[in-house]
């Protein structure tokens, strides 16, 4: 990429961003809906983690093996939970999660 007069190459982090980007799309693209709705717990996990797995293979990136396996481990994170809270869900350290309603607007008529 050129900005003015010099080169601006994309750090690590915004390549690892980019190529999960691409696998979590051609996921989607992948998924048979139809099927997943028949799939449960474990085995469904299992499931997308080959396709995942397999689509971290066809990329045209090196990746090492902690790099493949933090995106297996995300994109199953965002596609069957929270996404970027699944790892903080999974710490053990953790007993709080705070939450902003800054930018929340309530309903003004109560839930019957």
Known sequence: MRTGN???HPTRQQQFEDIKTRI???LVDKLDLSRVGDLKGDTLKREIRLVVEH???AEDTLLNRQERERIVEEVIDEVLGLGPLELILKDPTVSDIPVSYTHLTLPTTPYV
């Open 6 to 8: 010099q080169l601006s």
């Open 24 to 26: 979590h799309s051609k």
């Open 55 to 57: 689509l971290c293979d």
